[in-house]
């Protein structure tokens, strides 16, 4: 696993661990963009095309899509009251920290503020993966099968290729496409090349950092668990 800083990096990483064997790429998160990488390697590079085939699959079921929008709704709605929580627990974390003196009383407190920070952190991400798994049961068996053949064309792509590189962009995009597919278990020993979003979904938490927005700077949140390939390691959007 390499996290780099963009596809410069990444086309040096890819020719030196492979120089002839083909490349894999995965640029979901750049939806009507995908399949552009702007790598510069020698090797054969093919893109799996998440985004247009999560597109088509939508298309051609429509209980998927609305399946589908469902549990965005209802994540979003758990995002929603995650922050609302989190503006305030975060506020309570701090005031402490600005407080003069190291009394023992204060310690604690500021103690008991990390914690419930952590557990809040904790608390929506159950929540995230059990709205998932109960989306992803309720399922029926048509369209689990549709996923399974679009899963074995992906196996199929990846048969040959030494190395995946994913690229960045809309990092929940990103995330929901690879997870709808069950892409990571597909990757296995294989050298994974990332950078942006890409390394973001390739933790175990996915942090978003919101500097700048229409309603200003918000605190930092956790969107969900990434795909876990990268372990104890926090990666922060691009600046």
Known sequence: MHLTAGSEQASEVAAAWAPSAPIVTITAGQQEFEGETALQVRQPVRDLGLYARCEALFQAWPELRQAHAAHQARVR??????????????????????????SPVLQEHTRAAVRALRTLDRQHLRTVRA?????????????????????????????????????????AVL??????????????????VAWGAGAMACTERVLLVHERGAVGPRPPQLLAAGLGLVRQTVVLPQA
């Open 175 to 192: 995330l929901n496409r690879l997870r709808l597919l069950d892409v990571a278990p597909l990757i296995g020993p294989r050298a994974v």
């Open 131 to 171: 709205l998932y798994s109960a989306f992803r049961e309720a399922l029926r068996e048509p369209v689990r099968a549709a996923l399974a053949h679009e899963r074995q064309q992906l196996a199929d792509a990846l048969d040959d290729a030494q190395i995946v590189v994913i690229a960045g962009g809309h990092v």
């Open 77 to 102: 709605e758990a995002e929603r009251y995650y922050r609302l929580r989190l503006e305030r627990t975060l506020d309570a974390l701090l005031t402490l920290l600005d407080e003069d003196g190291a």
